[in-house]
């Protein structure tokens, strides 16, 4: 079946600084999502991205779906506390296909 | 309320018994799914369904049952509980499977098998 990679799995930051990751898909998809997991919750979505180059941002969240099609990437800058959590890609290649998620990557905000 | 609710959020159940898990959503979306959630794999779909008496198998199908008799009911079943489905797991839905408006996920359910 269809598998993403997402990277990094975690990572430590500072608060305030920026933080990137991306998602990658061994097949092109056409829409790309990005969610968020709070401790204890179910995953919550971020941003939603429909077309090849499309930039799009949700406050200080900013995802792009990559020209290939194979990837995706999200950007948080200034990050605070509440920044917290998983994030997870998702991604379809159909309308008629459930979503695939990735692994996810767990951010930490150190104070 | 409006959303979409699991229950219980909590279980323990032991090796050999059935438990059912319980997923209710109020904006009849037609789509509702089931995923289990593991350190190191992410979240992976066990069931899905695109209406009433529609289900379809995921990835990790093997030891649950589904059934969809009502829109708005999506229950999951293990059928004989072993350790290795000791998870959280997560209901979700959607107006489309495509996920166009994208999927809403309940709260989850932590189930312990011993």
């Known amino acids: 079946g269809q598998q993403l990679n997402q990277s990094p799995q975690s990572m430590f930051i500072q608060e305030g600084e920026d933080v990137s990751m991306n998602c990658t898909s061994s097949s092109i998809f056409n829409t790309w999502l990005w969610y968020k997991q709070d401790p204890g919750e179910g995953p919550v979505l971020l941003i939603a991205l429909y077309k090849a180059g499309e930039l799009t941002s949700n406050g200080r969240l900013t995802a792009q779906f990559g020209i290939t099609r194979k990837d995706s990437f999200l950007n948080i800058s200034a990050s605070i506390p509440s920044d917290v959590g998983i994030y997870f890609c998702?991604?379809?290649?159909?309308?008629?296909?459930?979503?695939?998620f990735g692994k996810g990557t767990r951010l930490s905000v150190i104070a | 309320d409006a959303g979409i609710t699991q229950s219980p959020r909590y279980k323990i159940t032991e090796t050999g018994r059935q438990v059912t898990l319980m997923c209710h959503q109020t904006?009849?979306?037609?789509?509702m799914f089931w995923y289990r959630q593991d350190l190191g794999h992410g979240l992976r779909l066990i069931y899905y369904?695109?209406?009433?008496?529609?289900?379809d198998k995921g990835e990790v199908p093997d030891g649950y049952v589904v059934s969809r008799s009502k829109t708005e009911n999506f229950p999951l079943t293990l059928e004989s509980a072993t350790r290795s489905q000791t998870s959280v797991y997560f209901c979700a839905s959607s107006a489309s499977q495509g996920a166009y408006y994208g999927y809403t996920f309940g709260s989850g359910t932590r189930l312990t098998v011993v």
């Open positions: 904006w009849s979306h037609s789509y």
């Open positions: 998702a991604g379809t290649n159909s309308g008629n296909t459930p979503l695939v």
């Open positions: 369904s695109a209406a009433a008496d529609i289900t």
